[in-house]
Antibody
Framework: QVQLRESGPGLVKSSQNLSLTCAVS??????????WSWIRQPPGKGLEWIGY???????FYNPSLKSRVTISADTSKNQISLKLSSVTAADTAVYYC?????????????WGQGTLVTISS | AIQLTQSPSSLSASVGDRVTITCRAS??????LAWYQQKPGKPPKLLIY???NLDSGVPSRFSGSGSETEFTLTISSLHPEDFATYYC??????????FGPGTKVDIK
């Protein structure tokens, strides 16, 4: 069974960089058909797709965040990382590690429990 | 990029009511749509994937239907624990798996 667990600092100062890790169990991050993704949800708001890394190492980022986002994979630790630079209060959110498993016309999304990151001034 | 809209944005209903939420896509997405339920302080819970497949453990009062541009989530008889916000998400158009804005279901 695929399990995802996010970790990282709960408080980051404005203008600094946010770094989060997603520990993956039950499947290798090198597995084909998994899109290793990050999603966030500001308090009281909807869900925003940040980006993903594919098994081949290819990445895609939401254009609205592209200039500040890096998603990477560490196959030796079987984990995914998110780095978001130059954060502001608008980056305060619950950050989720999500992995849609897509084969053919079918996609099944696996979700972590999320981690709250607060940006302080 | 594909846009998803949900209607209504909110609704008030009573226990036992039949509730239907609609998700519309700006272009055809086949059956690549999921529905989630989210309660305050909790992560989204997967209810339906591939438009109509009930996830394991989800009560049978939940059902999903539709294809291409119009999809519905139906709760056949609302239970007290069903008051929550519901989101749709499309998986058809890589790489941006967009979400709908959500529909809040509260108690009348």
């Amino acid at each position: 069974q695929v399990q995802l667990r996010e970790s990282g600092p709960g408080l980051v100062k404005s203008s600094q960089n946010l770094s989060l890790t997603c520990a993956v169990s039950g499947v290798s991050v090198s597995s084909v058909a998994h899109f290793w993704s990050w999603i966030r949800q500001p308090p009281g708001k909807g869900l925003e797709w940040i980006g993903y890394i594919y098994y081949s190492g290819g990445t895609f980022y939401n254009p609205s965040l592209k200039s500040r986002v890096t998603i990477s994979a560490d196959t030796s630790k079987n984990q995914i990382s998110l780095k978001l630079s130059s954060v502001t209060a608008a980056d305060t959110a619950v950050y989720y590690c999500v992995s849609p498993y897509c084969t053919g016309n079918s996609c099944y999304p696996y979700w972590g429990q999320g981690t709250l990151v607060t940006i302080s001034s | 990029a594909i846009q998803l809209t949900q209607s209504p944005s909110s609704l008030s209903a009573s226990v036992g009511d039949r509730v239907t939420i609609t998700c519309r896509a700006s272009q055809g997405i086949s059956s690549a749509l999921a529905w989630y339920q989210q309660k305050p302080g909790k992560p989204p819970k997967l209810l339906i994937y591939d438009a109509s497949n009930l996830d394991s453990g989800v009560p049978s009062r939940f059902s999903g239907s539709g294809s291409e541009t119009e999809f519905t989530l139906t709760i056949s008889s609302l239970h007290p624990e069903d008051f929550a916000t519901y989101y749709c998400q499309q998986f058809n158009t890589y790489p941006l798996f967009t979400f709908g804005p959500g529909t809040k279901v509260d108690i009348k």
